[in-house]
């Protein structure tokens, strides 16, 4: 069973900092190419930025220079640094693996206000 688990969401202040983490179960997690989505209600879930599995990146370019996106292979972790954050990054944030199938966790909320 895959199972995607994030954490490290909540409330911050415009300028702050969080670090969102998610843990993979189930997959060869080194194969994998790893992502950070998010949505905010209404909208379309979006990319934020994808990791493949042999380290290269690729950033929407709003969150450009302010997030980073970092893996662990033997912690079967991606981490997603957000700094610099605004009000527009405001939304619910999913990790999501990809390599043969899609795999979804059930994300969780970042709110950016003061």
């Known amino acids: 069973q895959v199972q995607l688990v994030e954490s490290g969401g909540g409330l911050v202040q415009p300028g702050g900092s969080l670090r969102l983490s998610c843990a993979a179960s189930?997959?060869?997690?080194?194969?994998?190419?790893m992502g950070w989505y998010r949505q905010v209600p209404g909208n379309q879930r979006e990319l934020v930025v994808r990791?493949?599995?042999?380290?290269?990146?690729n950033y929407e370019d709003s969150v450009k220079g302010r997030f980073t996106i970092s893996r662990d292979n033997a912690k079967n972790t991606v981490y997603l640094q957000m700094n610099s954050l605004k009000p527009e990054d405001t939304a619910v944030y999913y990790c999501?693996?990809?390599?043969?199938?899609?795999?979804w966790g059930q994300g969780t909320q970042v709110t950016v206000s003061s």
């Open positions: 189930g997959i060869i997690f080194s194969l994998y190419s």
């Open positions: 990791i493949t599995s042999g380290g290269r990146t």
């Open positions: 999501n693996g990809e390599r043969n199938n899609y795999y």
